[in-house]
């Protein structure tokens, strides 16, 4: 069963640091596209960062390559553990929401991959709670 577990979401105080995991399952992790997204209250979703199956490469949501941000947020990936991960540095209120981890498992072109319609596999979630 194609599946991803999200997991390390929770209570943090502004201007920490966190690190979210979200394990693949019945899927060969390195052939896919997958990356995070997330869900503030109230607000639409949208991409935050994805590695790209084509060449590996990481993308970013553009304000994310912004000077003032930029370093913020690092996606990675451990392809022995099928596990991919987003640490996020410093963070703020305006962090807060559900960050949902999504694949395409036939993989995507480049920066596709922070497009939720060409991703069909997506995990439960994981709530992020900033407080300050």
């Known amino acids: 069963e194609v599946q991803l577990v999200e997991s390390g979401g929770g209570l943090v105080q502004a201007g920490g640091s966190l690190t979210l995991s979200c394990a693949a399952y019945g899927f060969t992790f390195g052939d896919s596209a997958i990356g995070w997204f997330r869900q503030a209250p109230g607000k639409e979703r949208e991409g935050v960062a994805c590695?790209?199956?084509?060449?590996?490469?990481?993308?970013?949501?553009?304000?994310y390559y912004a000077d003032s941000v930029k370093g913020r947020l690092t996606i990675s990936s451990d392809r022995a553990k099928n596990t991919l991960y987003l640490q996020i540095n410093t963070l703020t209120p305006e962090d807060t929401a559900v960050y949902y981890c999504?694949?395409?498992?036939?993989?995507?072109?480049?920066?596709?991959?922070?497009?939720?319609?060409?991703?069909?596999?997506w995990g439960q979630g994981t709530q992020v709670t900033v407080f300050s």
């Open positions: 999504a694949a395409n498992v036939r993989g995507t072109y480049g920066s596709t991959c922070l497009r939720e319609e060409y991703l069909e596999t």
């Open positions: 590695i790209s199956s084509t060449d590996g490469t990481a993308y970013y949501a553009d304000k």
